[in-house]
């Protein structure tokens, strides 16, 4: 580090290339210190003092903390995943209506869990002594790095509209309220674009028309559905990605006219 830079922060943020940075914290703003869990794992199971930081991450803490880096992986470069995939996998995760199936999400999933299995032998090459086989790929080190960045800041904001946040890990937040205000903290979820669990929902308390969704146009009518507790528009969506495309059109009309009727 010494020899890339005198400002090794800045040479990090700078870097277009992957970098997994080993970091201190020397001070951190207060109104986030109780949020932030800079120093666990992100495995409950894992005790270990966690001071490695992927590139994502390192951005966000940069902004939070004074932050001292001691020691850098550097990466080759950046690429993404999508277009590596079969293109009969590729198909069926960018249909238009993906978000509403189950089946696309166990794909989908299988490929989360993939990406987070340690480096293959062959590409991680022997390990130096002293050293630790890694638990997970880069890949899967940067998935779990933006996702706690953004589950971060979920738990930020709702933590500024007065909600206790209990917690918040891989694509999720958690709470602790009244629950008379149950309805309000959905409300104030929604703004921000995060789903409730359906069963979370009180009944008859959102409609379509007045949904407080600030989240993406892609996902707000999965939002709409499970936050109007429409249950069996979610369940028989599922089939719309395995149709074939020509029968997906007069099969959503069919739903529509049976469960989303006035």
């Known amino acids: 580090m010494l020899s890339k830079a005198a400002d090794k922060t800045a040479f990090v943020l700078n870097s277009d290339r992957p970098c997994v940075a080993n970091v201190a914290l020397k001070a951190i703003k207060p109104e986030v210190s109780e949020i932030y869990v800079f120093g666990s794992a992100t495995q409950k199971e894992q005790r270990t003092q966690r001071e490695w930081v992927a590139h994502p991450e390192f951005k966000h803490l940069a902004d939070m903390a004074e932050v001292d880096v001691r020691q850098l992986w550097i990466g080759r470069e950046y690429w993404v995943i999508m277009p590596n995939l079969p293109e009969p996998v590729k198909d069926f995760l960018s249909d238009r209506l993906a978000e509403y199936s189950w089946s696309v999400g ?10 987070m299995l340690g480096e293959d032998k062959s590409k991680a090459g022997p390990i130096r002594d002293g050293e630790e086989k890694a638990q997970t790929s880069w890949q899967g080190l940067w998935i779990r790095s933006m ?11 709702l933590t500024q509209k007065g909600h206790a946040v209990t917690g918040y890990g891989i694509g999720w ?3 602790t309220v009244p629950e008379e205000d149950v309805s309000q903290l959905i409300a104030d979820g929604l703004q921000q674009g995060l789903v409730p669990v359906f069963n ?3 009944e008859g308390v959102f409609n379509a028309r007045n949904l407080p969704w600030g989240g993406d146009d892609k996902t707000k009518d999965l939002a709409v559905l499970v936050a109007t507790r429409n249950q069996n528009m979610l369940w028989n969506l599922d089939k719309v990605p395995l149709l ?4 997906k059109g007069p099969y959503l009309a069919s739903l529509r006219q049976r469960f989303m009727a006035a």
């Open 244 to 247: 074939p495309n020509k029968a």
């Open 106 to 115: 166990i794909v989908a999933e299988c490929l989360w869990r993939a990406s």
């Open 173 to 175: 937040v958690k709470c």
């Open 147 to 157: 996702d706690k960045v953004l589950m971060f800041q979920h738990a930020h904001q």
């Open 200 to 202: 979370d929902v009180p």
